[in-house]
Each structure stands twice: as structure tokens, then as C-alpha cells.
């Protein structure tokens, strides 16, 4: 795959060193191939067709679009068990324009593996000549072996029969030209009963079925966290992300395929967001034919630059790569990615936004920055988290108020919070973030240079002598071991006569 292809961006650093793998499942072990050598996963059939046998392990044959390929046991080519999941998976593998089918359980996924990730094996000079397994791996919660193509097919005995799908392709290339261009993998998968493809090198991960976090905010697109190379990656509800309705679901189990979003988290690294998925059905390549993209039939927003394909004679969803990673709305929701050591898992959606109260009603925290201060809000109070850039009625001279906006149809006073504490506000209204609070029954809003983290730890308060008003009246202390300043409904009042209230 060519540095082109990948993700469009001219110079990512994790992805220039690291390698997209397709994960294939066997015998209770994880199985990495290179993504480009798969060119396709079919179901496994009730029954194979008989084939010549050449090796203990070839378990016969199987017709795919006109071609009789032969099918390994990769199980038994392992040393290992069986495929025996009557519901499993063949998948195409292809080195130099030969082809072979793998018998294997499952289909995990695609995954990005680094290089650091990597334990490289070395065989003695008398090992077979045939070194399958190149290398093992750990990456996050997946573990496995790495096999090489190339010894795959060099393997004794081995049948490899033409790429005929290859074949026909260059033949339409020399027809019809720009059609045959190389388009790549895609992971075919579906959410809520919808057919959906992304290409294979948008994607950064798969992550099986697992329990989702709650999410820290009242949001319609962000479900919850999922845990992925210990982070807590914001999961979002994939249907309403492309404009197709909504999962319909509370947070529980869900699998999701993990992309880059445009931006970064709090610490400076590339954001991420999980889609929620209902599970993997395939790798492959998608037809060459001109795809209908929706925006040529009225759709707008990012939806209109997903394309609606033909595979297998049912319709599929080809996402668009570059639409999803600058969503706004993907992009506000990835920047609130922390570390899994600072996600909240214990206290229940109802139980946090049922407080609704000023402090002492909660031990979990949004933690935030303006300037170079670092301030925490009782979670419970947060009512939303917004773009900054909103469309407001500017109120010059009504300090603290700096404007106004609707918000759920309702007028949301919004607070210069960055000169009401002494401090200074230093991203622009475009990449600062509006946070709307509800304290005693009042709503107000105010922009944040960043959001940080949710912390669940004990609020310290303090006895606030007259001469020692500089120091907050209440604290937490997170365990990055920094202090933050808790804010309380004092700091979100309006002047007395305001005719502004929420």
C-alpha cells in the first residue's frame, strides 16, 4: 500500500510505522496476513467440493465467481486444531497473481499493527525452508502471529490456481481504463441491519464485542467509551454519524471500528472515534464501477459524500474517509479522548445527571483548561459540550455576559468565564469549546481552550480565610497529581437585575 493511499495526510507518524493487517481467527488463535493479500472473505460453505489431495491439510475446494479454488485448513496447516466453526469464513489469499482459499473460524477485523509491536522470529539454519509464522504480536487487547504470504505460497504441495478476478480486471483496465485503477481492501461490516464498506486503510482498528462506558455528556452521537491501546476512545452511534437514523440503543455491548478523526486530544496525540458496529462480514474490493455518490441525489451535509455500491447484488454504503475524519461533529466528540486510567465506570448515566447540583453531589469531574488554568465542573451539571463557533447575539458591555444563543430552542446566556476568573482564553471562538452547564436550575454556557479528562476522585475543600481569598474554595486532585479548581454555581451567576435568565 502506498504512503498515497493512506489516510490522505502527508506525514503521520504512527502510520508511516506501522502495516495494515486483515485479523483472522483460528483454533482460539489470532492470525495477521497483510491486508492487500486478502482479496476477499466468503462464507464458508455447508460443503466443500472435492480436490486431488496434495497436502493432509487441504480440505477440498470452493467456487468463488467462477473459479474453483483450493481451500487449506489453516488450523491443521498451524499444527494446531481444526476450523470448526460451522459458520466460519474462507478467505482468499493471493501472492503474484495466485490465489488459495484459508479455512479459518472468524473474521476479527483489520488492525494497524507498529513495528514496535512486533516480536520478530528467528529459525535455527535446520528449521524447514518454509518459515510461516514471520513474527508475533501484542497490540492493545490482540495477540497472535503474523504470517508472510510470500512463504504461504511456497509452501510444499501448496495449489495456487490464477487470479482469474485479477485477470478480468486487467482485461476491463484495457477496455475501459481509468476503471481498473487499484481502489484497495475494504471491510465490509454491518450496524442495525445496514450494509457498510470503509476503505481498509482509513481504519485504524477493530475492536471486538465490549462493554461501553458511559459517556460524560448528554450527547444524541456519542454512546459511550470504548477501551483500545489504553485509551478510552469516544464510541459514536454510526447511523446517525452518516444520516441513516439512529441505533436506538443504550449504552451496553457493542463492536466498532476504531478511525483517525482530524485533530488532537488534550495530550497532543491523533484523535481517534470508534464506530459502533454490529460485527465483521468481509474484506474485498469493491466493484470498479463509478460509485452514486448521495449528495447527486439531494442528501447534504457529510452524508452526501458517501456512495451508495452494488456488491454481490445488494446494496452497501462505501463511506467516504476524508468526510468522516473532518465531521465536526466526530471531530468535538475524538477530542475528548483520555487515558483509561481516567474514565468514570461505575456510576450510571441516571444516577450523575439525576444530581443536577452545585458541589459535594458527586465525585466525578470534568476537568478543563483556559490559559494555563486548569478548572473541574461536578460532571452532573454538564449538560452538553458544543463546537465554539456558535451562532450568537453578542451582548458588548452586559458583563459577565459576552452573548447569547439558543440551544434546544431555549435562550443560553453565555459567560466570559475567562475574565471572570483573572485568567486568559487562548484558542479562537473556531477550535475553542462551548460547554453548557446547568446549576440550580439555571443553564449558562462558556467557551474552554480544552477539554482534559473525567476524573472520579474526593473533592477537598477548604477554609477560605478573608486574607487568603486567592485560594479556591474547593479542589480535586487527580492522579496526574495536578490541582484543579472546582467551580461552583458562584461562578456562573448573572448580575443582580439581569433580565437574561435561563
Same mark, same amino acid.
Not at 33 to 62: C, H, K, N, Q, Y
Not at 197 to 225: M, Q, R
Not at 242 to 257: K, M, N, Q
Given at each position: 500500500m502506498s504512503r498515497s493511499d493512506d489516510w490522505g495526510s502527508p506525514a503521520d507518524a504512527a502510520t508511516a510505522t506501522s502495516r495494515?493487517?486483515?485479523?483472522?481467527?483460528?483454533?482460539?488463535?489470532?492470525?495477521?496476513?497483510?491486508?492487500?493479500?486478502?482479496?476477499?472473505?466468503?462464507?464458508?460453505?455447508?460443503?466443500?467440493?472435492?480436490?486431488?489431495?496434495?497436502?493432509?491439510?487441504?480440505?477440498?475446494?470452493?467456487?468463488?465467481?467462477?473459479?474453483?479454488?483450493?481451500?487449506?485448513?489453516?488450523?491443521?496447516?498451524?499444527?494446531?486444531?481444526?476450523?470448526? /466453526?460451522?459458520? !466460519?469464513?474462507?478467505?482468499?489469499? &493471493?501472492?503474484? #497473481?495466485?490465489? +488459495?482459499? *484459508?479455512?479459518?473460524? =472468524? @473474521?476479527?477485523?483489520?488492525?494497524?499493527?507498529?513495528?514496535?509491536?512486533?516480536?520478530?522470529?528467528?529459525?535455527?539454519?535446520?528449521?524447514?525452508?518454509?518459515?510461516?509464522?514471520?513474527?508475533?504480536?501484542?497490540?492493545?487487547?490482540?495477540?497472535?502471529?503474523?504470517?508472510?504470504?510470500?512463504?504461504?505460497?511456497?509452501?510444499?504441495?501448496?495449489?495456487?490456481?490464477?487470479?482469474?478476478?485479477?485477470?478480468?480486471?486487467?482485461?476491463?483496465?484495457?477496455?475501459?481504463?481509468?476503471?481498473? /485503477?487499484?481502489? !484497495?481492501?475494504?471491510?465490509?461490516? &454491518?450496524?442495525? #441491519?445496514?450494509? +457498510?464498506? *470503509?476503505?481498509?486503510? =482509513? @481504519?485504524?482498528?477493530?475492536?471486538?464485542?465490549?462493554?461501553?462506558?458511559?459517556?460524560?455528556?448528554?450527547?444524541?452521537?456519542?454512546?459511550?467509551?470504548?477501551?483500545?491501546?489504553?485509551?478510552?476512545?469516544?464510541?459514536?452511534?454510526?447511523?446517525?454519524?452518516?444520516?441513516?437514523?439512529?441505533?436506538?440503543?443504550?449504552?451496553?455491548?457493542?463492536?466498532?471500528?476504531?478511525?483517525?478523526?482530524?485533530?488532537?486530544?488534550?495530550?497532543?496525540?491523533?484523535?481517534?472515534?470508534?464506530?459502533?458496529?454490529?460485527?465483521?462480514?468481509?474484506?474485498?474490493?469493491?466493484?470498479?464501477?463509478a460509485p452514486a455518490a448521495l449528495g447527486t441525489i439531494g442528501v447534504s451535509g457529510t452524508g452526501a459524500a458517501h456512495a451508495l455500491v452494488d456488491v454481490d447484488g445488494q446494496p452497501v454504503l462505501h463511506l467516504d474517509p476524508r468526510a468522516l475524519s473532518a465531521d465536526p461533529r466526530l471531530v468535538d466528540v475524538a477530542a475528548m479522548q483520555v487515558p483509561l486510567g481516567n474514565t468514570e465506570t461505575n456510576a450510571t448515566a441516571g444516577e450523575e445527571r439525576s444530581a443536577r447540583a452545585g458541589l459535594g453531589t458527586t465525585d466525578a469531574w470534568l476537568t478543563f483548561r483556559l490559559g494555563e488554568s486548569r478548572y473541574a465542573l461536578p460532571l452532573a451539571a454538564v449538560e452538553a459540550v458544543l463546537p465554539g463557533q456558535q451562532a450568537m447575539l453578542p451582548m458588548a458591555g452586559q458583563f459577565p455576559l459576552s452573548g447569547v444563543f439558543l440551544h434546544r430552542n431555549r435562550p443560553t446566556p453565555v459567560i466570559d468565564l475567562a475574565i471572570r476568573l483573572g485568567c486568559a482564553r487562548l484558542a479562537a471562538d473556531d477550535t475553542a469549546i462551548m460547554v453548557v452547564v446547568d446549576m440550580e436550575g439555571q443553564r449558562r454556557a462558556f467557551l474552554a481552550d480544552m477539554l482534559c479528562s473525567v476524573e472520579r476522585v474526593p473533592l477537598q475543600t477548604l477554609r477560605v480565610q478573608a486574607s487568603s481569598r486567592q485560594l479556591p474554595a474547593a479542589t480535586i486532585r487527580c492522579r496526574a497529581n495536578e490541582t484543579w479548581e472546582v467551580l461552583g454555581p458562584q461562578a456562573f451567576a448573572l448580575a443582580e437585575g439581569s433580565a437574561l435568565v435561563a
Open positions: 495494515l493487517y486483515g485479523l483472522l481467527r483460528v483454533a482460539d488463535i489470532t492470525v495477521a496476513m497483510p491486508a492487500a493479500a486478502i482479496r476477499e472473505v466468503v462464507p464458508r460453505p455447508a460443503a466443500l467440493f472435492p480436490f486431488p489431495l496434495t497436502r493432509p491439510d487441504l480440505a477440498g475446494a470452493i467456487e468463488v465467481r467462477g473459479a474453483i479454488i483450493p481451500v487449506i485448513d489453516m488450523g491443521l496447516m498451524l499444527g494446531l486444531a481444526p476450523a470448526s /466453526a460451522q459458520d !466460519g469464513i474462507v478467505a482468499i489469499v &493471493r501472492d503474484q #497473481g495466485r490465489v +488459495v482459499g *484459508l479455512l479459518l473460524d =472468524a @473474521i476479527m477485523g483489520i488492525g494497524r499493527l507498529p513495528e514496535d509491536a512486533m516480536g520478530h522470529l528467528h529459525y535455527p539454519d535446520d528449521a524447514p525452508l518454509h518459515r510461516l509464522a514471520t513474527a508475533g504480536f501484542l497490540h492493545g487487547e490482540t495477540r497472535g502471529i503474523v504470517l508472510d504470504p510470500a512463504q504461504l505460497s511456497a509452501m510444499p504441495g501448496l495449489p495456487l490456481v490464477p487470479d482469474s478476478l485479477a485477470t478480468r480486471r486487467q482485461d476491463e483496465g484495457g477496455r475501459g481504463g481509468e476503471r481498473a /485503477a487499484d481502489r !484497495g481492501n475494504c471491510l465490509l461490516f &454491518r450496524t442495525s #441491519g445496514h450494509r +457498510v464498506a *470503509l476503505d481498509a486503510h =482509513a @481504519i485504524v482498528a477493530t475492536l471486538p464485542e465490549s462493554a461501553l462506558t458511559v459517556p460524560p455528556v448528554d450527547n444524541d452521537l456519542w454512546l459511550g467509551s470504548l477501551g483500545w491501546n489504553g485509551m478510552a476512545v469516544p464510541a459514536v452511534d454510526t447511523l446517525r454519524l452518516i444520516g441513516l437514523g439512529s441505533l436506538g440503543r443504550a449504552p451496553g455491548r457493542c463492536a466498532a471500528v476504531v478511525i483517525h478523526v482530524d485533530g488532537h486530544t488534550a495530550a497532543g496525540e491523533r484523535a481517534c472515534a470508534a464506530l459502533l458496529i454490529d460485527g465483521v462480514d468481509d474484506i474485498r474490493q469493491l466493484p470498479r464501477h
